[in-house]
């Protein structure tokens, strides 16, 4: 019968704690496994990671990577198979600011480009930075129409 008194861990699953520095007998004793006398037997003896003793460290002597581009332009690049599907029906002008609303274009973007990637079946009045060849012509096909809007230059 099992009752609180009679319960024990599973073979194997415990060990005991390693008690250093109990006697030469213990094969941890004086020195508790740490050898003798140098930096890593003291207290708090330990360096940081990357030292290399005083060495110029391997992630100083090498150069950092790439840069980011504090004049880069942000896109939002729609295709005109994401239009036709995510956006709803009764939108019929589509522009930058109604892409962000709809979460299809990130509020970082600058500026709106249109790519022809997909069929389109409904009529869209679309503003956009840039549009591609194939998607304009799939655009008009479709009965809608294309403008180009100026580019403003923040100084």
């Known amino acids: 019968m099992l009752t609180l008194n ?13 008690r250093l520095g109990r006697g030469s ?8 496994g740490k050898g003798d006398k140098g930096q890593l037997q003291r207290s708090g003896g330990s360096v940081r990671a990357g030292f290399e003793g005083g060495q110029t460290p391997l992630y100083r002597r090498l150069g950092k990577r ?65 549009v591609s060849e194939s998607a304009a012509q799939k655009i008009k096909t479709a009965g809608g129409s294309v403008e180009i809007v100026k580019v403003e230059n923040k100084k």
């Open 66 to 130: 790439g840069f980011t581009n504090i004049h880069a332009k942000h896109h939002a690049e729609i295709n005109l198979s994401q239009l036709e599907t995510k956006v709803p029906s009764e939108i019929k002008e589509v522009n930058l600011k109604v892409l962000q609303e709809l979460g299809l274009a990130k509020r970082i973007a600058e500026r709106l480009v249109i790519l022809g990637n997909g069929s389109l079946t409904r009529t869209f009045k679309i503003q956009a930075h840039r």
């Open 6 to 18: 009679t319960l024990k861990p599973q073979v194997g699953s415990t060990s005991q704690r390693k």
């Open 25 to 32: 007998g213990s094969g941890l004793g004086p020195t508790a």
